[in-house]
């Protein structure tokens, strides 16, 4: 099982990212998947879930500049973020989660996000 995520990298307050993770291994149309993040001395932090039927939600913090989205047909689940702050800063994780049915759930290794002037 692979989750490859991409599209981190630097950019200014108030910019846009997409991050996109790409899985194999896995029956894609099977799981929820989410985004997770982690900063410096913090935790990781959840921050948006889609289920494999396509609902979604959202992390109080990111809600209303952040979309995910999902393409069962190419296995890819991605993370449009806008109007960015530097509290947005972290590593980026993907998650696949069918703990509910067979208690299985796999990471990537994460991108890099900053947000500074």
């Known amino acids: 099982v692979q989750l490859v995520e991409s599209g981190g990298g630097l950019v200014q307050p108030g910019g846009s990212l997409r991050l996109s993770c790409a899985a194999s291994g896995i029956t894609f149309s099977h799981y929820a998947m989410l985004w997770y993040r982690q900063s410096p001395g913090n935790e990781r932090e959840w921050v948006a879930r889609i289920s494999s039927g396509g609902s979604t939600d959202y992390a109080d913090s990111v809600k209303g500049r952040f979309t995910i989205s999902r393409d069962n047909a190419k296995n890819m689940q991605y993370l449009q973020m806008a109007s960015l702050k530097p509290e947005d800063t972290g590593v980026y994780y993907c998650?696949?989660?069918?703990?509910?049915?067979?208690?299985?759930?796999?990471w990537g290794q994460g991108t890099q996000v900053t947000v500074s002037s």
């Open positions: 998650n696949a989660d069918d703990t509910a049915v067979t208690g299985l759930y796999f």
